[in-house]
Structures are given as C-alpha cells and as structure tokens.
C-alpha cells in the first residue's frame, strides 16, 4: 500500500462516528441546561452558577433549621461548622448567645418573631459573596438579606445599607 491509495469508504463506520458526536453534543447541552436550572437560572457566568446552587441551599437548610426551632443545628450551618460545641472559642465574633437572641422565636432582638415559613426571592453576587435575599413569613416586603461565602460556606448578615431591590 503506498501512501496514496485510501482506504475503503465504510458508510456504516461513518454513520456512527457522527451519532456518536451528535449525542455527546446533545448530552452536553441537556447536562448544561440541567445545570442552569439547578442553579435557579442565574443571570451570571457559569463558572459562578455553584455559587447560587450552595449559597441558595445553605440558606434553606438554615432557615429550615431555624424554623424547627433547632437553634443548635442553624448555629451549625452558619458557621458551616457541625461540631462547634466542641470549640466555641473558634466562634467568639459571633457567639451562640448572641446567635440565640437574633434567632429565638421568644427574643426580643428578632423583629420577625416566631419564623413559620420562608421563600428565597432572589440572589445575586456582591463582590466574591453571594446575596440572598428571604422573605419571612410571607411578607412581601422588608426580606431579610444574608450572604453566603462561597469560600469558607459561612452565613452571615448582609452589608450594612446592601440589600437586593425586590421591585414594586
């Protein structure tokens, strides 16, 4: 066989060759279309859609949490630490008694009183966070703004004055 002679053409072969790439592109693209939705469709990079999918979940889990009055266990999550009971002193910028009377059903300091039920309206990045701003008891208006760090997997209280416009 010298260089020139070609091989026999296989219409067969090349029939499966190109279902073969038309399925990977179209897996693909459902896997990428899947991702998005699962990321509650964030106006963003995709590159940043974990951010929404985690800092969204996060955010439920805790209030979640809160709701079942198990104060404990959304001590946890905000802090993104199961075993804070074991070192507390890792936790001393926002300890668990001021976490208490922020989140306490019977607290004074906790303006949404008992929480029932919660719906995340909307997030959105702020500089390397993630904004996420809840509605508490099915208030329409005034939602309670907190911010994930994707990072560290930490909650905390949004920016003073920063808080995400939930329209009319």
Not at 68 to 97: C, E, F, M
Request: aromatic share 14%.
């Amino acid at each position: 066989m010298t260089l020139l002679d070609a091989p026999q053409y296989d219409p067969a072969r090349s029939r499966r060759n190109l279902l073969i790439v038309q399925c990977s592109v179209g897996a693909f693209v459902l896997l990428f279309i899947g991702w998005w939705l699962v990321a509650s469709r964030p106006v963003d990079w995709p590159w940043n859609w974990n951010r929404y999918l985690f800092g969204r979940h996060a955010v439920n889990k805790f209030l979640t949490a809160v709701e079942a009055d198990d104060l404990t266990r959304a001590y946890g999550i905000w802090t993104n630490d199961k075993n804070w009971q074991q070192h507390p002193d890792q936790h001393s910028v926002y300890p668990y008694a001021r976490f208490q009377g922020d989140w306490s059903p019977t607290s004074p300091d906790n303006e949404y009183g008992a929480i029932k039920n919660h719906k995340i309206a909307e997030a959105a990045r702020y500089g390397n966070n993630l904004l996420v701003a809840v509605l508490i008891n099915g208030r329409k208006t005034d939602a309670l703004n907190l911010s994930y760090e994707p990072k560290t997997g930490q909650l905390s209280f949004a920016p003073p004055g920063v808080s995400l416009y939930l329209g009319p």
